[in-house]
């Protein structure tokens, strides 16, 4: 591609045209990444007109413009949020100095592995859930699956430009193998366990978005505190992204739940086996199905006592989420934090150095917000007249990682005995038969203002439509397989 | 810093162990494939104070790795490949245990390192000597003292799966040296470049895949998926290589029972080597008794009887002593060798070692537990004088004591006489770390003096020993008394940094080797190094590991 095809193409405020490095860098990289896409990409939907939104500026108007594009001719573009005057380090030894506008050389290796692992959570996600599109419930959530899909490849480059322009042959070695890698490949994992799970029905798809991409969000907003300015800016463009995954994630679980209460209401019962028989996914499954997806995503935030979080926030490249604003020691060098643990069947609490409590302070923010989500979810059974409640497990139920892993805690997070753990994990993770049947209601619905007998439709369409509107237009040559028959609802 | 690791109220190191009795190995041997597999039990360090998380290990854990390196080449004759690898997921070996050496003296620090440098000699020795080899199959994480563990073996095998890493990141990190021979083994050994040696040194995270084999880090990068099946297949390729010196399969093994010593304030007894402390003195008295009867009639017989073979045991005395010295006695500077017994009967012992080295592969495995003894000894950072008097058995292996010692005192006294041998062995059976024999290094610049002395035959009368240059001093009955004690009452007043530095430049005379180096270069850095307040201070490298601070240096070069 030549160079001037390679700006105009890719709509950018980081002055493309005249970046030589960033040319050459891309001029290999893009080619590369498009391969990735065609065969990593969403499955079977390549060819397809949806309607999407696309970043073409950082202004007002510039970040949500909408049009009906295929996919792989979606405008990947590279954007950081508007540079503030005056922006210091906001946290850490070097607390008010200017920010820096290049990677100091003491801290390289340390910002690259950061802006790696969360550059390859990116395209990991969308391996993850690349088969989705062939059992979407409706035309809209299949348009906010694409979404989702090529906006968190729009966060790959957002990390890879980073990578480009800072961090010299290395960071281009690192942005090749962000597109070598793969979602559970053994051979090649993603960095992180969660990404390398498959993500194969669409309430994992609700799950997912809710709670992994919300640890997403939860790093992103700790880096957009980074005293490294470019990452700082980067992040902060990538969170009005971030925030449709969310959208997507809790309103995708809600309209299940809704669907569900009314099964049960039209059907008088609380039996899941009876709310099954009519093909709605029955309150357990959901809260089954909650537990593994918050369990596996708090995984993220890593150690609750990191040497690793005390060095980042030390360094000033990654801060607490709105440092600024919520505390008044960025320093934090003398003050403690009390972290419970776990001795015998005793809670005790424990002070340990508050820098090196940074995950865990970043988790107390995260499991904090997913306590308003499943509040909202349950207004939604409370609106629908039902008493049941779904809850969010405690944090220290069903970790692989951390001081809780290794010995097994209930889900109101009291330690029990691994013969409890045995009698009653299928109660609260699900169990083969769980995912089986799941699966089996997954069956394509793609008609114009149809959906799936599963899910209930959403309240509004995107950007003005209607719910029922062509929010993809297949190719002509695949349309016919792709419209399923099956019995399903108009919305 | 505190010392809880070397506190004298701690209980003393004891160095003996067996399979049996492994916390943190899985040594398994099956056919002529044997697996040396790592479990670092976490809570099972030798101190308290801290956890040997991810395969992290102490002394505790090196000396089981000792005790198993020895009993493959004693128990295992059939064994033709060690397979090094790690029984925890995704980890390998993370290196020495941070908070083990950020709570640990000085004096410790250094002794562990010497120690763990020797156990990774041993492991290159038992390589070239025997035949086995040895594969390090890294199906995880490997840092630091892991990957230097990977860097003894004779080949490297690196899973790849995108993200497992070989790295030293003991500079970036912590402020210190990969100092278990890392750097050495780097440049040295697999030839790496220095300048990509000096760019993977530097980097915290180390190098992965292609590029760890391209920079001849690992020999090879394997596919996760294929990583066992691998290994295995590499594994079975030396299975039906021939045995080195007859080792084989069909012969009983030779088990190393307990040695059974006895333990106390006042020293350690053995059957043929004791330690006698003199507390106030801070000297000690190290003996070691001749055989009492005469060698066996032939290996097979010294293989029968090897629990009670006075040329094992005797080693393996001598061995264990030396590490009690080194670890529970550190206020012991001055060490006076001793022998006692028949040099008549050693004579005769060294014949049979000699007759037999070549060709049978059991006796070849004493001769080399000598060498290993004796290089500790040297290795051994307290001062020693032999003291040669009547009654003594300072002939051919034994007389190597003497020649390890920093100075040698023969008594002259015609009412009592009293002499020393040489035997065919010193000639070079016994080589110094330096690569040479103890004789070659002493008159290095003498080679006439070395063959007049080595043409010497027969028991040796103290004035011929002095003419020789095989002893220092040669006193009479009448002055004896005096300048022995005076010697040692000097000796024990002068400054233990300093003796420690002027014996270790004046006991390794002569060429450089990939041991010297380790020793004398890299583990004398290191030693500076853990003494400057960029690693140990309080706002050291080393001591804010872990710690919410980050490390202010003192940015001047020396």
Redesign the interface.
């Known amino acids: 591609m030549a160079k001037v095809d390679l700006a105009a193409r890719i709509p950018n405020n980081v002055d493309l045209s005249s970046d030589r490095r960033l040319q050459r860098a891309l001029e290999d990289w893009q080619p590369r990444f498009f391969d990735w896409w065609m065969e990593m990409g969403p499955e079977g939907f390549q060819a397809d007109q949806v309607y999407l939104r696309t970043a073409i500026d950082v202004g007002r108007d510039g970040w949500a413009h909408f049009d009906h594009v295929r996919m792989p001719e979606y405008r990947w573009g590279i954007f950081l949020a508007p540079a503030e005057e005056g922006r210091v380090i906001p946290c850490g030894?070097h607390f008010g100095q200017p920010a820096w506008q290049k990677v100091p050389g003491e801290y390289r290796?340390m910002l690259r592995?950061i802006i790696v692992t969360q550059a390859d959570t990116e395209p990991a996600s969308v391996e993850q859930q690349r088969l989705l599109g062939q059992t979407a419930p409706s035309l809209y959530d299949l348009r906010n699956l694409f979404q989702v899909n090529v906006e968190e490849g729009r966060h790959l480059w957002a990390m890879v430009y980073l990578l480009h322009t800072y961090f010299g042959r290395d960071g281009r070695e690192e942005a090749e193998?962000l597109l070598?890698?793969r979602s559970g490949n053994?051979?090649?994992?993603r960095?992180l366990g969660t990404f390398n799970e498959p993500v194969e029905d669409w309430l994992s798809f609700f799950m997912f978005t809710t709670f992994t991409d919300r640890d997403g969000k939860f790093q992103l907003l700790a880096l957009a505190e980074s005293g490294f300015d470019p990452l700082s800016r980067t992040t902060r463009f990538m969170l009005t992204e971030e925030a449709h995954h969310m959208f997507v994630g809790e309103t995708g679980v809600g309209r299940v739940i809704e669907r569900t209460a009314d099964l049960m209401n039209e059907l008088k019962t609380e039996d899941p086996d009876a709310i099954r028989a009519h093909g709605g996914i029955d309150l357990p499954t959901i809260q089954r199905y909650l537990n593994r997806w918050f369990s596996s995503s708090i995984n993220l935030f890593g150690g609750e006592q990191s040497?690793n979080a005390?060095?980042y926030?030390?360094?000033g490249l990654k801060g607490r989420y709105k440092e600024l604003e919520r505390f008044e020691d960025h320093v934090?060098?003398d003050a403690a934090y009390e972290l419970p643990t776990v001795v015998g069947d005793e809670v005790r609490r424990e002070q340990i150095?508050?820098?090196?409590a940074m995950n865990e302070i970043l988790r107390d923010d995260y499991v904090g917000d997913c306590e308003f989500v499943v509040d909202r979810w349950n207004r939604t059974l409370e609106k629908a007249g039902r008493p049941e409640r779904l809850t969010l497990p405690h944090r220290r139920f069903n970790r692989d990682m951390g001081i809780y892993s290794g010995r097994p805690f209930d889900p109101e997070g009291r330690p029990i005995a691994p013969e409890v753990w045995e009698a009653q994990r299928d109660r609260w993770l699900p169990t083969r038969a769980d995912v089986d049947f799941v699966r089996s209601l997954m069956q394509p619905e793609l008609r114009v203002g149809r959906i799936a007998g599963w899910i209930a439709p959403p309240r509004k369409g995107i950007n003005g439509n209607d719910f029922a509107w062509e929010y993809v237009r297949f190719d002509k040559s695949s349309a016919g397989v792709k419209l399923g028959a099956e019995p399903s609802r108009t919305g | 810093m505190s010392a809880t690791a070397t506190s004298p109220s701690l209980a003393p190191i004891r160095f003996e162990t067996d399979p049996g009795r492994y916390k943190h190995w899985v040594f398994e041997v099956a056919g002529p494939i044997a697996r040396l597999g790592m479990c670092v039990q976490e809570g099972e360090g030798l101190r308290d104070g801290y956890q040997l998380k991810l395969n992290s290990y102490d002394l505790g854990v090196d000396i089981e790795l000792a005790d198993a390196i020895r009993r493959l080449r004693f128990e295992h004759p059939g064994v033709r490949v060690l397979v090094l690898d790690s029984r925890i997921p995704r980890v390998f070996c993370a290196g020495a245990n941070i908070h083990m050496l950020g709570s640990s003296s000085h004096a410790f620090k250094v002794n562990f390192c010497k120690f763990t440098n020797e156990t990774r000699l041993y492991l290159e020795d038992m390589a070239r000597e025997t035949g086995i080899h040895t594969l390090a199959a890294l199906g995880g994480t490997c840092a630091g003292g892991g990957y230097e563990l990977a860097l003894a073996c004779d080949e490297i095998l690196l899973q790849d799966d995108g993200n497992t890493a070989v790295s030293l990141p003991e500079v970036p990190l912590l402020g210190v040296l990969p100092g278990t021979g890392g750097l050495t083994r780097l440049v040295d050994k697999r030839k790496v470049r220095r300048d990509l040696a000096d760019v993977f040194s530097t980097v915290a995270e180390g190098v992965k895949g292609r590029r760890a084999q391209e920079w001849n880090l690992v020999d090879q990068v394997i596919p996760s998926s294929r990583f066992q099946q691998a290994v295995e297949e590499r594994a079975r390729a030396f299975a039906e290589v021939t045995g080195v010196r007859g080792r084989d399969a069909q012969d009983a093994p030779v088990v190393l029972e307990g040695l059974g010593g006895a333990y106390d304030d006042g020293g350690v007894r053995h059957r043929f080597v004791t330690l006698e402390v003199d507390a106030p003195a801070r000297t000690a008295t190290l003996v070691v008794r001749g055989p009492q009867g005469p060698p066996p009639p032939d290996p097979a017989a010294a293989r029968a009887g090897a629990q009670d073979l006075w040329l094992l045991r005797a080693a393996r005395e001598l061995d264990d002593v030396l590490l009690d010295l080194r670890f529970n006695r550190p206020e012991i500077g001055t060490v006076l060798l001793r022998t006692e017994g028949d040099a008549a009967l050693v004579g005769a012992h060294d014949r049979f070692l000699e007759a037999h080295q070549e060709d049978d592969w059991f006796v070849f495995e004493v001769a080399m537990a000598w060498k290993r003894v004796l290089k500790r000894l040297d290795l051994t950072a307290r001062s020693m004088f032999a003291l040669i008097e009547p009654g003594s058995c300072f002939a051919g292996t034994l007389f190597e004591l003497a020649l390890a010692a920093d100075r040698s005192y023969m008594l002259d006294d015609p009412e009592r006489p009293c002499t020393v041998a040489l035997a065919g062995l010193n000639r070079g059976t016994y080589p110094m770390s330096n690569g040479l024999s103890r004789l070659q290094t002493r008159f290095l610049g003498d080679p006439e003096r070395l063959e007049a002395a080595l043409g010497l035959s027969g028991p040796i009368a103290p004035a011929e020993a002095l003419e020789a240059g095989l002893v220092t001093l040669a006193p009479d009955d009448i002055d004896w008394e005096d300048e022995v004690r005076l010697a040692i009452e000097e000796r024990a007043s002068l400054s233990p940094d300093a003796l420690t530095g002027m014996e270790a430049n004046l006991r390794f005379a002569g060429p450089e080797t990939l041991e010297t180096k380790i020793f004398g270069r890299l583990s004398a850095w290191q030693n500076w190094i853990f003494q400057r307040p960029n690693a140990v201070g309080e706002q050291g490298a080393l001591t804010l590991y872990g710690r919410p601070e980050r490390p202010v240096f003192d940015w001047r070069r020396t």
Not at chain 1, 186 to 189: G, H
Not at chain 1, 353 to 356: A, G, Q, S
């Open positions: 030894d290796n592995r193998d070598r890698r053994p051979d090649s994992p960095i040497s005390a060095h926030f030390a360094a934090a060098l150095p508050l820098r090196n």
